[in-house]
């Protein structure tokens, strides 16, 4: 036994296995085996260049939880969250634990999901490809070496991307699946390459376990400033979580997961997970440099063969390229992974539309609405059959992730947002001067300079407009940005189309919120554009 062995093994948590184990390899280690199996490639600058098959993004419809005793209740059973009946999930866990039993070679990684002591939960993660278990090394919180001889599970998952499952025997979808089971404190993933399900079955996990202590989990980024307040970042994919976070005037606290306890904001994972496509060092300079760093893995990028250059710009291989790293590679990242109570809530939007304001504030009321909405767009050409801006709402800017009903992450919000007086903005990443393939994307630099005055407090002395369609609070000038975006019925050449577009996507908001208005008080549910519209004639 080594120090990096625990003494509480496979064998202790009833996995059976002739396998030749490794145990918590460093980054050095795993990249060997990954090239020498075949599993990736080195780039010209050191990073692992992989492909992941078919699944280049999250197998949503394949994802289930066990309803049983302790989850029949307390899980928001629906799109988000499909059930699977025990004796579904005991089948499955057979089927798994026999094909771990026929393995040559495993990699076993011992981990934290939780970078704050006391709201952490240790995750033991099985892997049979070398490259899936330097990713959940690089994305979860690594152990003190010292910790690792007695380190014991809380959850496992057991990632077997060449499984098969079998829906008549497993109660699943497809040949795919990702099961999650509480009571057995077990995940167990199979029929995918993607990575990814394995970090966000662990924040799943984790939005399940925190709600109950008080601790409010988020799909968000979040850093500190100079003058050591905390800023959160609510987003869809998409929507610059990741690149608005890794400002090298603020320090990172991580670009995807936190948690928001009495105490701290703290991130869920040690690495980050940015999108890769179309990334260039002009716009966003700090992940660029990632990629150039031994110790990054790559997905999805395409890669000469010959000389070994990337090509960011080549959506070949998959739009969702993406591109895994220690939070470390960024300059300005905490040691720690956590930092204050927030001072400062941004929700993110990318509005194709090209309705929304490039900033606006919001009450605590209409953040509730607004994070009860969780809205973004997906434009033209992102999916079959998408031919114009498309509204989507996922609640909490997470719903996949998020197992219990939206009422009690919103309800955790708005305690919060009293408790610490909290200022709230909405920002739109998305369109300007039309909707999209008419006008063009927002500014980035006028984006930063945006919320540059929101988080340093100089917003709070702008001259502010109210938004006739929903509501909130609109700055009429700000220093270093042109007036016109501010305004986006200005910017668009046919203002009469401009009122049309935003009422139906007025509309659009409040059919959603229908769902959520018995689960909310009085004052947020008029908090609704249209009421609040109405309220002004």
């Known amino acids: 036994m080594t120090e990096r062995t625990p003494r509480h093994d496979l064998n202790a948590q009833g996995i059976a296995t002739g396998a030749v184990i490794h145990w918590n390899l460093g980054t050095a280690a795993l990249v060997e085996h990954a090239v020498a199996r075949g599993e990736g490639h080195l780039a010209k600058d050191g990073p692992l260049v992989v492909e992941t098959g078919r699944h280049s993004g999250r197998s949503a419809q394949d994802k289930f939880t066990v309803r049983d005793a302790h989850t029949a209740d307390t899980i928001w059973w629906g799109k988000s969250n499909k059930p699977m009946e025990p004796e579904a999930f005991a089948a499955l866990k057979a089927d798994f ?14 981990l934290y999901g939780g970078s704050q002591a006391e709201h952490r939960v240790n995750v033991r993660v099985i892997n ?34 060449d499984f098969r499952a079998d829906p008549a025997r497993h109660g699943c979808r497809s040949e795919t699946v990702i099961a999650v089971s509480f009571s057995e404190r077990m995940i167990l993933i199979g029929g995918t390459r993607y990575a990814g399900e394995m970090k966000k079955s662990v924040f799943g996990v984790l939005n399940y376990l925190l709600p109950e202590k ?135 939007t990318a509005d194709a539309f090209g309705v929304l304001p490039p900033i606006a504030r919001l009450t605590p009321e209409q953040a509730m609405y607004h994070f009860l909405s969780g809205y973004t767009a997906k434009v033209a050409g992102t999916e079959i059959g998408v031919t114009e801006p498309e509204a989507t709402f996922s609640t909490c800017f997470g719903a996949p992730f998020m197992p219990r009903h939206p009422s009690v992450y919103g309800n955790l919000l708005k305690e919060r947002i009293a408790r610490g007086g909290v200022d709230c903005w909405l920002v739109n ?29 100089s917003l709070k002395d702008a001259e502010f407009r109210r938004d006739p369609n929903f509501g909130f609070d609109v700055p009429v000038a700000v220093p270093g940005v042109d007036v016109a975006i501010l305004d986006p019925r200005s910017t668009w050449a046919d203002p009469a189309e401009y009122d049309a577009t935003a009422a139906r996507l007025v509309d659009l908001f409040v059919d959603n919120f229908a769902q959520f208005e018995a689960h909310v008080e009085d004052g947020v549910r008029q908090a609704a554009p249209a009421r609040l519209a109405e309220a002004a004639e």
């Open 214 to 348: 008080g601790v409010m989990p988020m799909h968000c980024s979040a850093n500190i400033g100079a003058d050591g307040g905390t800023a959160v970042f609510f987003g869809l994919s998409g929507t610059g979580k990741t690149t608005l976070s890794a400002d090298a005037s603020r320090t990172l606290i991580g670009d995807d997961e936190h948690g928001w306890s009495d105490t701290s904001v703290f991130n869920f994972e040690g690495g980050c997970y940015a999108k890769m496509i179309r990334l260039s060092a002009e716009a966003e300079p700090e992940i660029f440099a990632t990629t150039k760093r031994f110790g990054t893995v790559l997905e999805n990028v395409v890669m000469d063969p010959v000389t070994r250059e990337l090509d960011f710009d080549d959506s070949s291989l998959a739009e969702n390229s993406r591109g895994a790293y220690p939070i470390d590679f960024i300059p300005n990242a905490s040691a720690d992974n956590l930092g204050p109570v927030p001072r400062n809530i941004v929700m993110l």
């Open 128 to 161: 049979t490809l070398a490259w899936h278990n330097l990713f959940i090394r690089t994305m979860l919180v690594r152990p003190e070496a010292e910790a690792l001889a007695d380190f014991v599970a809380d959850f496992t998952i057991i990632d077997l991307p």
């Open 429 to 457: 990443t998305g369109w300007t001067g039309g909707k999209y393939g008419v006008g063009s994307r927002m500014p980035i630099k006028a984006t930063r300079a945006l919320l540059n005055a929101a988080l340093d407090g």
């Open 97 to 110: 634990l026999a094909a771990v039993a026929e393995q040559d070679t495993l990699f076993v990684q011992d």
